[in-house]
């Protein structure tokens, strides 16, 4: 047979393959169309007996987002999520929109396996349902994907998490630890769980994962019984900033396990509790001040900010004002760190975002979580965000800042002549 005859006998299979792909792309983007109405309409139904001010039903649809595409393993797909409009008065605190969760806006391509399915499992679907809900997103190798075969992977990576529980970090250094309790609050065997979460900085400005553990609400037996199985593992020196919330539990711990340690709270969860104890009629206005004191160049400024805020709303508003003065000292300790350092700082953003959407979740489906698969499912999850966790700015600071040099409004302090 000619070379040529062959190639023309192999240009029908690949034209029916494109064919096929074709088809099979179609009906992705048809199921994965019904799957976002479904989920709208799930939405929909739970607003329909909100009305605004002037009686009317408040949460209604609105058209559709702008057309974007998912990369599948089929190639691209088109996708389009509906959109709904909040009839609430203009400035309106708690303002509704429909966010969907199985088509987030960052959503730009499907994720592996490895990501995709502990994704999914926190976000209600059922070990019985990933086969199906799998195969339009993710092509072939969603093949062989049964209720065992999901059990056999949790396993697996329940396994894997364990042997990460207690890996040595006596190399290990951090400059910074952020910190959390996240609640999840539903498919949960117990209200009281919350997953305790630490990501730290090493000295090359890298973000990871330290620790995480099935917590106790945010108690400080728990925290601290984090922090000393860090210390037992090799972890002999402490961070010299830790960002967190208010939760007194980790505060507590941490001054028995790592007393050198200084205290940052974070800007975020302060400003929504100081905000919360005011009218809202004044809220924006508010808030706007207490972003004068975080954003100051200098401590002095930020403290002649904080004064001024305290002044203004002391007297109606004592539980704001108070709310604020008692943690002012942990609020500033960022000024006396490198200037390219304080956006990290100030917040617990790297915890805060990797859990964002898992958050999101909020209905209950059949069955619950246990206690083992809640953790094993968010250890995978942060695995995976960790990926993408960008370095923090000012690297070359950070051997500084484990050396102890002194830093007054973010500028490194020169020593004194003789």
Same mark, same amino acid.
């Given at each position: ?15 029916? $393959? ?40 408040? &949460? ?56 995709? &399915? ?80 630490? &990501?730290?900085?090493? %000295? ?87 972003? $004068? ?14 004064? *001024? ?30 200037? %390219? *350092?304080?956006? *990290? ?49 000012? $690297? ?8 102890? &040099? ?9 020593? %004194?002549?003789?």
């Amino acid at each position: 047979m000619k070379k040529d005859t062959v190639v023309e006998l192999r240009k029908p299979e690949e034209s029916f $393959q494109d064919s096929l792909t074709e088809i099979l792309r179609k009906g992705a983007r048809k199921m994965i169309a019904e799957a976002v109405e479904a989920e709208f309409d799930a939405f929909m139904t739970k607003c329909s007996t909100l009305v605004d001010d002037e009686g009317r039903q408040r &949460i209604v649809r609105n058209g559709h987002m702008p057309e974007r595409e998912v990369l599948t393993s089929l190639g691209p797909i088109t996708v389009q999520v509906p959109r709904s409009k909040d009839r609430a008065k203009a400035g309106t605190h708690g303002k509704i929109r429909y966010s969907s969760a199985f088509l987030p806006p960052y959503l730009r391509k499907t994720k592996t396996m490895a990501d995709l &399915i502990p994704w999914l499992y926190l976000k209600g679907i059922s070990t019985g349902d990933f086969s199906e809900a799998l195969a339009s997103l993710v092509g072939k190798s969603a093949l062989g994907l049964s209720a065992s075969t999901i059990s056999r992977m949790k396993e697996t990576w329940q396994a894997e998490m364990e042997s990460w529980q207690k890996r040595s970090l006596a190399n290990k250094r951090y400059v910074y630890f952020w910190v959390d309790g996240v609640h999840f609050g539903t498919r949960l065997e117990k209200d009281n769980q919350c997953i305790l979460v630490i &990501i730290g900085a090493t %000295e090359d400005g890298t973000k990871e994962l330290v620790g995480i553990v099935d917590g106790f609400r945010e108690s400080e037996q728990s925290w601290l019984e984090l922090l000393l199985d860090l210390k037992q593992r090799g972890l002999k020196d402490g961070p010299k900033v830790a960002v967190g919330d208010g939760a007194l539990g980790f505060w507590k711990a941490l001054s028995r396990a790592y007393s050198g340690t200084r205290r940052q709270r974070c800007w975020v969860h302060k400003t929504v509790n100081v905000i919360d104890k005011l009218p809202k009629a004044i809220q924006k206005k508010a808030k706007d001040s207490l972003q $004068q004191i975080w954003m100051s160049e200098t401590k002095k400024d930020a403290e002649k900010a904080f004064d *001024h805020f305290v002044n203004t709303y002391q007297a109606k508003y004592p539980k704001a004002t108070d709310c604020l003065t008692k943690d002012r000292d942990v609020l500033l300790t960022f000024f006396d760190f490198p200037a %390219e *350092h304080w956006v *990290h700082l100030r917040t617990t953003n790297p915890i805060e975002s990797t859990f964002a959407t898992v958050r999101l979740r909020t209905a209950k489906t059949r069955g619950s979580l246990n206690r083992d698969t809640m953790l094993t499912m968010v250890f995978k999850l942060c695995l995976s965000a960790q990926n993408h966790w960008r370095k923090l700015n000012g $690297q070359k600071h950070l051997a500084e800042v484990l050396e102890g &040099i002194n830093f007054v409004d973010g500028i490194r302090k020169m020593k %004194e002549a003789a």
